[in-house]
Each structure stands twice: as structure tokens, then as C-alpha cells.
């Protein structure tokens, strides 16, 4: 089995997503699967240009020459797609809204019922499969991920790939803040990597291990009382009131 995981963080391999998606990853490799990582921060993906030479002119090939041309027939052939984006203003980062928009080429210009639903068919190169999705935010509630959840399975619906589940991670401060201070959150990086594992022997990752993964670390109180100390001494350390 082949997944596909895109890491859509600026901070690449050292943000609060990341520490999500290693473990996940680690434990769907552990399973057996074999799983290639991207990072939109390394790739050169232009926006869409919305010729849709992909349907008419070339059916199947956009006219842009960009890393896409390596990546989407890879993501053809990957059963599992895992999107690992951190949360920007209540959605999905820039880049991997630009990769999502630029799969076109997988679908045909023809429209099909689906469910009752108009769908474009997707092409026969395309195998079907499932999508995942790891995000993280800085915000307390875990209603802060409900717009991206909804983004993504409105995708899942479009392209005709099943909704497999999403590790969220809510208030990311105080959560690297306890990692770092070696306070115990071990249960969140554990319960990921079993979420992984689960994902290839399963079929689908247990309620369990993704309510852990998001679990309250401390109350909404001291939560703000934390982010507004943190703010108030970032701010000092670079001489602003
Ligand atoms: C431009 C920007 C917009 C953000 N918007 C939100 C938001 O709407 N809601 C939220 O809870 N956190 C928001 N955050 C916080 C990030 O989601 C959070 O810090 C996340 O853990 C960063 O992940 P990373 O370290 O993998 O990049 C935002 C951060 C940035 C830089």
C-alpha cells in the first residue's frame, strides 16, 4: 500500500503539525505501508490558470511545467492521501490550496450522479483510495478545525476518495510548550503513531487514540492567562509595549 503525505507547513519537519504527522507516519511504515513525504515548502507549484487545457486541449496534462509534473502522477497511484496543513484563518495554508487546485487533470469535463450529487468522473489512471487529514492550531477549542474538516471532506466527496479520519491538535503553544519542558504529552505522540498503524491493519483509526491526539491540556482560563503572558514577553523582548 502507498501513501502519499504533504507537509504544508512553512515550518516544515519543526512545526506543531510535523510533530503530529511523524509519528502517524512512523506507524503507518511500521504497519508495512510505504509512505513518501512532500513538502510544499520545497516545490514549485504554481496557482492554477483555469484553461482547463487539462480537460480540452490536453485531456489528462495541465499546460503548466512545475513540480506538479512529478507529483500528481504520484498521487495518482497512492491509495492514501494524508493533507498536513496547520491552521491559517480557518482554513488550509495558501500552497496546498494551490496543490489541491491543481488534481483537475484527474477528473474529466463529464459530469455524473453521484449519491444525487453532480460529480466530475475521475479518470481511470486515478486509483481510488482514502484521504487523511493531520492539522494543528493555535487556537484553545478543537471547533477551531470545523471549516478545514468540512473543506477536506468536501474534497474527499469530489474526488470520490473516502474520508478516512483527522488527527487534530488544538492550542499548539502550550502543547510544545509541555514537550519541550519534557511535561507528559507522550500519550498525544503514541496515540498518533497507533493511529497510523491502525489506518493499514484496520482500515480506520479508532475514536480513541484521535480524541487523545486532541485532548485538553490545561483549562480555557489558563489558557488565555499563558498566551497573553507569552505575547505581553515576546513583545518586551523586542522593545514594544
Ligand atoms: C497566518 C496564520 C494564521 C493562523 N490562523 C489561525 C486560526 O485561524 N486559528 C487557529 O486556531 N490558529 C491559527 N494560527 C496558528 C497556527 O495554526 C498554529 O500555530 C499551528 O500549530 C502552526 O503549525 P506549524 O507549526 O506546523 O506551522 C495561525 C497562524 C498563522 C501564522
Known amino acids: 500500500m502507498k501513501a502519499i503525505a504533504i507537509n504544508a507547513s512553512p515550518k516544515m519537519d519543526k512545526g506543531n503539525t510535523a ?25 514549485k507549484i504554481n496557482q492554477c490558470q483555469g484553461d482547463l487545457a487539462c480537460w480540452f486541449k490536453t485531456p489528462g496534462k ?4 512545475d513540480d ?10 497512492a491509495e492514501i492521501w494524508i493533507f498536513a496543513t496547520p491552521v491559517y484563518v480557518d482554513g488550509m495554508t495558501g500552497p496546498l490550496k494551490n496543490m489541491i487546485d ?7 469535463p463529464f459530469v455524473e450522479l453521484r449519491d444525487g450529487h453532480s460529480r466530475h468522473p ?19 477549542e478543537v471547533d477551531n478545525f470545523d471549516p478545514l474538516l468540512n473543506h477536506i471532506k468536501a474534497i474527499c466527496r469530489n474526488v470520490k476518495r473516502e474520508f478516512a479520519g483527522a488527527l487534530l491538535r488544538p492550542h499548539c503553544p502550550a502543547f510544545k510548550s509541555m514537550a519541550d519542558k519534557g ?43 499563558f498566551r497573553n503572558r507569552r505575547a505581553q514577553e515576546a513583545l518586551s523582548a523586542m522593545g514594544n509595549k
Do not use: H
Open 19 to 43: 510533530a503530529i504527522l511523524k509519528p502517524f507516519l512512523e506507524g503507518i511504515r511500521e504497519a508495512g505501508a510505504e509512505v513518501e513525504i512532500f513538502y510544499t515548502s520545497k516545490m
Open 62 to 65: 495541465c499546460s503548466q511545467r
Open 68 to 77: 506538479m509534473d512529478i507529483f500528481l502522477p504520484k498521487l495518482a497511484k
Open 102 to 108: 491543481r488534481i483537475l487533470p484527474l477528473v474529466t
Open 122 to 140: 475521475i479518470r481511470e489512471s486515478t486509483i481510488p483510495g482514502k484521504i487523511i487529514l493531520v492539522s494543528s492550531c493555535g487556537l484553545w
Open 183 to 225: 511535561e507528559p504529552v507522550n500519550d498525544i505522540f503514541e496515540a498518533a503513531r497507533e493511529a497510523g498503524t491502525q489506518l493499514i491493519r484496520e482500515g480506520l483509526m479508532s475514536s480513541q487514540s484521535l480524541a487523545t491526539i486532541s485532548r485538553i491540556l490545561l483549562s480555557l482560563d489558563m489558557y488565555e492567562q
